[in-house]
Every structure is written in structure tokens, then in C-alpha cells.
RNA sequence: GUGGGUAUAGCGAAGCUGGUUAUCGCGCCAGAUUGUGGUUCUGGAGAUCCUGGGUUCAAGUCCCAGUACCCACC
């Protein structure tokens, strides 16, 4: 990675990288909207990255699809693939774009998580990486920082994830301090392992971008310390990873009152992980601008939907005979139907039939929430969009939590 | 008609030689899920143990009669 000449904008410098554009369009307080352009085309920010962990978001929805509900950047996961089909397998078809019919941006996460999250399978952490066993065949895979650069190169998806480890919440400073220490220097072998395969005559994409990681858990002068040790190495984005892995709400806002301003404002932060409207809306409102989640995709697949007002359960016995869709004027093709040939728009579906289709453990119900869900959070990060840059961010704000909090709904 | 078998929650079943509050699966009702657990995990409601009589301190369980269904043979 070359970092070219930086120009400033709208009162803050952008970031000019080979690959990658970012320019902050409008700000409010800390709050901030930019535009990024990369190898595989823009993206508007604030933004929600799609979760399709196996180069398929689950559900039956297809990369297809997402075009249609207004995805900008699709996710995919670096250990899942590399177990099922093998990342030399995708690299041979052509990398991840072509292999999964989608030619915007693709985020690959690192594997870091899984090494975390699958835990309990006779993991070892070692300096050189991670020991632990997969989750298809039980067989025991080594995966460390040039390992996972390697994949994701294979992959060559826009952005490669920093190959970290995830301490638990609650882990003591005994635990997190030396874990923190080790992420740094994993993440100095990544940056130079992507540099050297980035600048390889046959690799897929040499403008592959690499962001790294914040950790620390709730530790808020670990958490400092790091976002200014990652800072100095002058990356062209920044995680904050282990948040919303079982703190509180208010800790991990605390901790992105620390950690995002000590983050490059003029670079992209993104919020691993994270989560419920409200989450989001409280971390945009700190800083961040790229955010990725289950929650959409995993609570669509279990019949739960979001509203404006808060989250239904569609298997719930009431809406048995409701002849409303998921929510009124939205513009999914759950609700509002999919686009005809002659422009006009099918008459969508109702609370009841989608309900049936659940129960009745019809594929189509799933993908109908799943497709309702994701359009709703790529929905609320446009409306996010046009509240900052259109300078209404705080009234707008206010007024979203009110909604979210005061719906029939649930919240999360 | 003769012989044998079965009857327990909406459905399918367990309940040993009688002994606390009758168990399990599916279904039903509800909750959970934060860099993915493809319907997963946790809870909950629901039973005149076919009917009537008897034996016993005590009967889903033993005895008698009836009813319904199943199988075999005439």
C-alpha cells in the first residue's frame, strides 16, 4: 500500500490511498458522513455491511438480491471459506466477486473472531498464531496473521480484517494486556505480509486494503494506548473489535468515547459486530461509520422483523390473521412487493402469510424477513446519511430513540 | 360369529411385580441471540389415564362388565 498526497475536506483532511478515497461529505458534533471510493466502487457512509459469512447471506437471499435492497458493501468470513470451499479453490474461479456474483465491495473478517467465538474446541494461542479445530470435520487447522493475510488475498475481497484475537468481556487486565501486545504485533506481520502480496505480478487484487484493529476489552487506558500504537502504523481504516460481546450497553459506549477520537477522524471506523438500531445510531453519533451485524440476517431467520416502533415476532399467535405487511410504507419486497418488468411494484405480503410460511418452515418465510430486515437496516443508514448531511443529525436522532424505544416492539 | 390385542395431553408413545406432584417426542404459547448456531437454545401451558362397578390404607397399574378400534380365523 502507497499512501499518496492528502487533500483536506470540508474542514478535516480525507485519506488518499491506493485503493481508497475517503473524504468526509458533512459532519455534526462527532458524528460524521463520508464518501469512499475503492477498486470495486463507492460507499456512502455511515454504512451497514451485509453479513454473508460463507459468500451467501443465510436465508436464501442471494448477492442478486441485494442490489435490490440497497447493500453497499457485502461481508464474508476468512475462516469459513477457507475450511468450505478452500480460499485456493475461489482464488482459482476468480476470487470471491466473481465466485458469489457481486462486483461492489466485499469486508472480509479475519478469522480472529471465530479463533474466539469457537472456543472450547482445544484452542491453543500461541506468538505464531492459533491452534483449534474446525467446526465442519473436527480437523485441526493452524491460522496466524500471514495465514489469514494469505486467505483473504486468495479471496481478494476489498478490505481485509487485521487477523486479532477477541478476549473475552469480562477478561482481567492479566489476561488483556498481554493479549493486546500480542494483536500489535500480529498486526505489524499482516501489514507486511499484504505487502508483499499485494505487490505479487498474479495476485487477484494489489490494491487490497488492510484495516486494523482496536482491542482491550473495557479497559479504558489498554483501549488508549493501543488505538494510539495502530494509529502510528497508518493503516487506511480502523476496527474496534471486542465490544458487544457481553459488557454492558453504557460500557461499551464509554469505551468508544475514549477510543474513537483517538482514532484518524479522516480515515474509516468501523464498529465490529455491532448491533440493534439504537447501538448504531449511539456509535454513528461517536464517530463511527461502518458497522456490521448478525442481528438482521440471524433474527429475520427466527421470525423476528424490525419496525420503526421496535421488533415483532412474527411467530407470535396474534399475527395470525394479520393482513398487514411487516410495516406500512416500507419498500422491501417483502412489504412492498418486487419490481415488475413494466416498472410497477407486486402487491407484497402479509404479517399472516409470512407467519404461515414460518411455521410451516417454508424456505420463503425466511428469506422474506431476512430481505425485510436487511433492507430496513440499509434503509435506517441512508436515513442516518441524509440526517447529517442534510445538518438535522441531532433532532433526527432524538426523535429515532424515542421511536425505537417507545414502539410496542422490542428493542434489540 | 370365534380367538387375540389396544385404549394415557391436539398427535404418537413410556409408565417395571399397585406407593408422593403421571413421563417423553412432535405440535401449541412465550423469551433469548451483537466480527452468524439454517429454525438453535431456555422456559411455559395443556390429562376426568375409554366408561361403569369391584379389591385395597393406596389403582394409570389388579378383577368383572360394557364401549370403540386393530389383527387373525370362520
Same mark, same amino acid.
Given at each position: 500500500m502507497v499512501k499518496k498526497e492528502g487533500s483536506p475536506g470540508e474542514g478535516y483532511a480525507d485519506s488518499d490511498w491506493e485503493g481508497c478515497h475517503y473524504k468526509i461529505i458533512a459532519s455534526c458534533g462527532r458524528a460524521k458522513s463520508a464518501h469512499m471510493e475503492t477498486v470495486h466502487g463507492e460507499i456512502e457512509t455511515p454504512v451497514f455491511m451485509n453479513v454473508g459469512t460463507a459468500a451467501a447471506i443465510k436465508g436464501g437471499v442471494s448477492a442478486d438480491d441485494l442490489y435490490e435492497i440497497g447493500t453497499q458493501v457485502e461481508l464474508s468470513n476468512t475462516y469459513h471459506l477457507h475450511v468450505r470451499p478452500g480460499d485456493g479453490l475461489i482464488r482459482e474461479l476468480g476470487g470471491l466477486h466473481r465466485f458469489m456474483g457481486w462486483d461492489r465491495p466485499i469486508l472480509t473478517d479475519s478469522g480472529g473472531f471465530q479463533v474466539f467465538s469457537l472456543a472450547g474446541t482445544g484452542r491453543k494461542i500461541r506468538e505464531e498464531g492459533v491452534f483449534f479445530h474446525s467446526h465442519i470435520d473436527g480437523r485441526k487447522i493452524f491460522m496466524g496473521p500471514e495465514e489469514s493475510m494469505r486467505i483473504q488475498s486468495n479471496l481478494a475481497s476489498t478490505i481485509a480484517m487485521a487477523f486479532d484475537e477477541c478476549p473475552?468481556?469480562?477478561?482481567d487486565r492479566t489476561y488483556i494486556e498481554p493479549s493486546v501486545e500480542r494483536t500489535t504485533r500480529w498486526l505489524r506481520r499482516c501489514m507486511e505480509e499484504m505487502r508483499r502480496l499485494n505487490a505479487?505480478?498474479?495476485?487477484?487484487?494489489?490494491?487490497q486494503l488492510l484495516f486494523g484493529i482496536n482491542q482491550g476489552g473495557i479497559l479504558p487506558d489498554i483501549r488508549l494506548r493501543h488505538a494510539e500504537e495502530i494509529r502510528?502504523?497508518? +493503516? !487506511?481504516g480502523y476496527a474496534i473489535g $471486542?465490544?458487544?460481546?457481553?459488557?454492558t450497553h453504557e460500557e461499551m459506549y464509554s469505551i468508544l468515547d475514549i477510543v474513537v477520537p483517538a482514532l484518524p477522524r479522516e480515515k474509516p471506523t468501523y464498529l465490529m459486530g455491532v448491533g440493534t438500531p439504537e447501538n448504531i445510531i449511539e456509535a454513528v453519533d461517536r464517530g463511527v461509520d461502518f458497522f456490521d451485524c448478525v442481528y438482521p440476517s440471524r433474527n429475520g431467520r427466527h421470525g423476528h422483523v424490525y419496525t420503526h416502533r421496535g421488533k415483532l415476532n412474527?411467530?407470535?399467535?396474534?399475527?395470525?390473521?394479520?393482513? +398487514? !405487511?411487516?410495516?406500512?410504507?416500507? $419498500?422491501c419486497p417483502a412489504c412492498a412487493g418486487s419490481v415488475r418488468p413494466d416498472g410497477s411494484r407486486g402487491p407484497g405480503f402479509s404479517r399472516a402469510y409470512i407467519r404461515h410460511l414460518l411455521k410451516a418452515k417454508e424456505i420463503l418465510g425466511l428469506r422474506l424477513c431476512v430481505l425485510h430486515n436487511l433492507y430496513f437496516y440499509n434503509h435506517l443508514m441512508e436515513e442516518i446519511r441524509e440526517a447529517i448531511r442534510g445538518g438535522t443529525w441531532r433532532d433526527w436522532k432524538e426523535a429515532a430513540l424515542r421511536r425505537y424505544r417507545g414502539g410496542a416492539g422490542q428493542s434489540s
Open positions: 473475552p468481556a469480562l477478561a505479487l505480478p498474479d495476485t487477484l487484487n494489489p490494491r502510528s502504523l497508518d +493503516l !487506511p $471486542g465490544l458487544a460481546v457481553g459488557e412474527l411467530f407470535n399467535s396474534k399475527y395470525e390473521k394479520d393482513p +398487514l !405487511p411487516i410495516e406500512e410504507g416500507c $419498500g
